[in-house]
């Protein structure tokens, strides 16, 4: 115990001494943080739509009204022709436009079947799609609160369970947490290993008679108390700066984070065993862990939706499954009893990376 905490001590020392490392390691949360949720929001805020509106009707103004008084939509102009509308998108002055044709109000008040056109600017996919289903949920409210309605049709009520509001920081907090804590995790104990290759300290650790075990449990523990720091720090200005309540257990979350933080700082350590160059160490840890996390986790792009190799390959990464463990301990406030699969998968890979660290540890030099 008292070679490792000598050891331990030892790399504290090579970390604190490293201004600009702490820079990183403290510093990237916070401005990953800041970023997604004030600049990269995937939500939609005053986004400029324009009403062509051909009724003219009490009912059409309601309409109208109720969607200018959403915080979600700012009414630019009221168009008065198709021509104009076209000119407007060309512009780039609109996003989106409301059609609502003659005899709205009185299919509206017979009960026929009334019909809205919403054309949206297909140059951006995505916010095309937000701006629609916003709008679509809009039209529908409007539907529901009127009384002169007869119709005999279902109306559907849509409501967006554990996002109401359909803000973004549900989505992408447990993204970056997940993302955050494997790059620091893998990135700093890559190196730590190759660092004494590459500067010959690695010969007096060898003939020390310090178990690979203990050389391994060394190297890990000063990152393991960083990234308990670092996750705190995430886990506060979610609450403080974006207002994401923790619905879940927190003992729990941190628990399950103890074993992903503890499942890379083992992955950083395999990477280093197996490289003989920092460069080469840090490369493998950026592309072979950044892309397939940011691609292949769920973070960014669905997995059902890809490939079934692709799948196959996602559920290898560690961030996949620690990625669904948060979205449904902080946003949904589940139990064990529901992420217990995904726990099991996160501590068998933690042990499998420990035994192939303590195996490939080499005892002599090449």
């Given at each position: 115990?008292?070679q490792?905490?000598?050891?331990?001590?030892?790399?504290f020392?090579h970390?604190?001494r490293?201004?600009?490392?702490?820079?990183?390691?403290?510093g990237?949360p916070?401005?990953q943080?800041?970023?997604?949720?004030?600049?990269?929001?995937?939500?939609v805020k005053?986004?400029?739509?324009?009403?062509?509106?051909q009724?003219?009707?009490h009912?059409?103004?309601e309409?109208v009204?109720?969607?200018h008084?959403?915080?979600?939509f700012?009414?630019?102009?009221?168009?008065?022709?198709?021509h104009?509308a076209?000119d407007?998108f060309?512009g780039g002055?609109?996003?989106?436009?409301?059609?609502?044709?003659?005899?709205?109000?009185?299919d509206?008040?017979?009960?026929?079947k009334?019909?809205?056109?919403l054309i949206?600017?297909?140059?951006?996919?995505?916010?095309a799609?937000?701006?629609?289903n916003?709008?679509?949920?809009?039209i529908l409210d409007?539907y529901g609160?009127q009384?002169?309605?007869?119709s005999?049709e279902?109306?559907?009520?849509i409501?967006?369970l554990?996002?109401?509001?359909?803000?973004g920081?549900?989505?992408f907090?447990?993204?970056?947490m997940?993302?955050?804590?494997?790059?620091?995790?893998v990135?700093?104990?890559a190196?730590?290993?190759?660092?004494e290759k590459?500067?010959?300290?690695?010969?007096v650790l060898l003939v020390?008679?310090m178990?690979?075990?203990?050389?391994?449990?060394a190297?890990?523990?000063?990152?393991f108390i960083?990234?308990?720091?670092?996750?705190?720090?995430?886990l506060?200005l979610?609450v403080t700066?974006?207002?994401?309540?923790?619905?879940g257990?927190l003992?729990?979350l941190f628990?399950?984070?103890?074993?992903?933080?503890?499942t890379?700082?083992?992955?950083g350590?395999v990477?280093s065993?197996?490289?003989?160059?920092?460069?080469?160490?840090m490369?493998i840890s950026?592309?072979?862990?950044?892309?397939p996390?940011?691609?292949?986790?769920?973070?960014?792009?669905?997995v059902?939706?890809m490939?079934?190799?692709?799948?196959?390959i996602?559920n290898v990464?560690?961030?996949?499954?620690?990625?669904?463990?948060?979205?449904?301990?902080?946003?949904?406030?589940?139990?064990l009893?529901?992420?217990?699969?995904?726990?099991a998968v996160?501590?068998?890979?933690?042990?499998?990376l420990?035994l192939?660290a303590v195996?490939k540890?080499?005892?002599?030099l090449?």
């Open positions: 115990m008292k490792l905490l000598t050891f331990v001590r030892k790399e020392l970390v604190l490293d201004k600009r490392t702490l820079l990183i390691l403290f990237m916070v401005v943080i800041l970023l997604f949720g004030f600049a990269l929001s995937t939500e005053d986004t400029r739509i324009g009403v062509l509106d009724d003219k009707s009912a059409s103004t309409l009204s109720k969607i008084a959403n915080l979600y700012d009414l630019e102009q009221d168009l008065k022709s198709i104009e076209e407007a060309k002055r609109i996003k989106m436009i409301m059609v609502i044709p003659a005899g709205f109000s009185e509206l008040t017979s009960g026929k009334t019909q809205l056109q949206t600017d297909g140059t951006d996919l995505n916010l799609n937000q701006i629609y916003f709008m679509s949920n809009i409007f609160q009384t002169l309605v007869q005999s279902i109306q559907p009520e409501r967006m554990y996002n109401p509001q359909l803000q920081a549900p989505n907090v447990p993204g970056v997940a993302f955050i804590l494997l790059i620091i995790c990135l700093m104990t190196i730590a290993i190759v660092r590459e500067t010959g300290t690695l010969e020390s008679p178990k690979p075990y203990v050389i391994i449990l190297k890990a523990i000063p990152y960083l990234s308990i720091i670092i996750l705190i720090s995430i506060v979610s700066v974006l207002d994401l309540p923790i619905k257990n003992f729990l628990g399950i984070s103890i074993i992903f933080i503890i890379n700082l083992l992955l350590i990477i065993i197996l490289t003989r160059t920092q460069q080469t160490a490369l950026l592309v072979g862990t950044m892309l996390t940011l691609m292949l986790s769920g973070f960014m792009f669905p059902e939706n490939p079934v190799p692709l799948q196959v996602g990464i560690p961030a996949k499954w620690y990625y669904e463990i948060v979205k449904n301990i902080m946003i949904k406030g589940t139990g009893e529901v992420i217990w699969k995904h726990t996160l501590t068998g890979m933690m042990m499998m420990f192939i195996r540890f080499k005892v002599r090449e």
